[in-house]
């Protein structure tokens, strides 16, 4: 069973992933927060696999939250739940170790996927949010000529995932764009990170930014 705490300052989001989520047979919500304040510490207690947590609430914002829970002995993963204004926060919670990024009215088919991703190791990208997070990682300068030298290394094919990767393309998306089966897409993001020298898929998407492959 996969455990997840939702913490977030508007009761109807709450309700609303809550009851999405108590929908799959095999994730359980263990808790909820209203703010940010002791978050870190119902992480303690309840140990979950996966934390959805607002990127702004309350008095303590889900920055601060967020850096709680990764001081934390083997912290869960961290999806941000977010809007369109918040390039500010997204920079801070990429750099804090959030796993994945989500909208707070996101499809309750593809946030069951999500949370699976999450806790089986993976990175979370909402494809509506997708290049708002690649946008909020850059300083103004896209460092255009290092990233295209790491994306001379891949194959025709390697740029085309990677290109789907910055878009925020699950594999199985990926698959279908690209006709090809979900576990021939695994291998291929599997050697564009480890050609293109990013640790996950959000590097990958800002490598393909900054080397020309997402506008």
């Known amino acids: 069973m996969l455990k997840v705490i939702v913490a977030d300052d508007e009761d109807l ?4 992933l809550r009851t999405i989520l108590s929908s799959a047979p095999d994730v359980e919500v263990v808790a909820e927060c209203a703010d940010g304040n002791g978050v870190a510490e119902v992480v303690r207690l309840h140990r979950p696999h996966v934390v959805l947590l607002d990127i702004r609430m309350g008095d303590t914002d889900g920055i601060t939250a967020l850096r709680a ?12 739940l977010t809007t369109f204004d918040m390039d500010d926060y997204v920079r801070r919670a990429l750099r804090l170790g959030a796993a994945g990024f989500l909208l707070k009215d996101v499809d309750p088919a593809y946030l069951i996927k999500a949370v699976h991703d999450l806790a089986s190791g993976g990175v979370v990208l909402d494809p509506t949010v997708a290049a708002r997070v690649v946008n909020a990682m850059t300083t103004g300068e896209r460092e255009a000529e290092p990233a295209r030298e790491r994306l001379a290394t891949l194959s025709d094919r390697e ?8 878009r925020g393309l699950s594999n199985a998306e990926i698959g279908r764009e690209l006709h090809l089966s979900e576990t021939t897409v695994k291998g ?4 564009v990170l480890g050609k293109i020298g990013a640790s996950n898929r959000v590097q990958a998407a800002l490598v393909a930014y900054r080397g020309g492959l997402i506008a």
């Open 69 to 80: 829970i990764t001081a934390l002995p083997d912290p869960p993963a961290v999806c941000m």
């Open 159 to 166: 740029r085309e995932v990677v290109t789907l990767i910055g």
């Open 13 to 16: 989001v709450r309700s609303s």
């Open 188 to 191: 291929y993001v599997s050697a």
